[in-house]
C-alpha cells in the first residue's frame, strides 16, 4: 500500500523542519495557515499567517539555541484533509532538557497545510520549559 498523500505532505514537512528547510516548509502551508500552541509561554498562542508560523519556528530554534527537534512516531490521515501525526520532542534549554511526547491535528487544503492544532504530553512541563530564562 502506499502512503496517502495527506500523510506524505506532512511527513515532508517534518524532515523539512528537521533540516531547517523554511522555504520548503513555506511552500507547504497556506498564506493564512495557523498553528495553535498550547499553554502561558513565550511560544505558545495562535500563530496567524505563513510568516508567524515560520517565525515561531525561527524562536524556537533561537530559544533552543538549535537543540529543538520533532522525531515523527506515527502520522495518520482520514482522508478527507485531515492528519494526526505523533512525536517524541526533544530540546535543552538554559540548563534544562525536554522530552515529551506531542501531537498535531493538520487540516489540509487543496495539498496545503492551512490550519495545525498541537498538544503536548505535560502542559505543566511544557510551559515551565519554554519559560525559562535563555
Not at 537543540?67 to 501525526?85: C, F, K, L, N, S
Not at 530540546?91 to 503536548?120: H, P, Q, W, Y
Request: proline share 4%.
Amino acid at each position: 500500500m502506499s502512503e496517502h498523500p495527506d500523510c506524505a505532505l506532512v511527513r515532508r514537512g517534518y524532515e523539512a523542519f528537521r533540516k531547517g528547510d523554511m522555504d520548503t516548509l513555506a511552500s507547504m502551508m497556506t498564506t493564512d495557515v495557523v498553528h495553535h500552541v498550547p499553554g502561558d509561554n513565550p511560544v505558545s498562542g495562535h500563530h496567524k499567517g505563513r510568516d508567524a508560523v515560520l517565525e515561531m519556528y525561527g524562536k524556537i530554534s533561537e530559544l533552543t539555541h538549535g537543540t529543538y527537534r520533532a522525531d515523527p512516531q506515527m502520522v495518520a490521515a482520514d482522508g478527507r484533509g485531515h492528519v494526526m501525526a505523533f512525536h517524541r520532542s526533544f530540546a535543552e534549554r538554559a540548563d534544562r532538557g525536554i522530552e515529551m511526547n506531542d501531537g498535531l491535528f493538520f487540516t489540509i487544503v487543496g495539498g496545503k497545510i492551512s490550519d495545525i492544532d498541537e498538544c503536548v504530553e505535560d502542559i505543566d512541563v511544557w510551559d515551565a520549559f519554554w519559560s525559562l530564562p535563555s
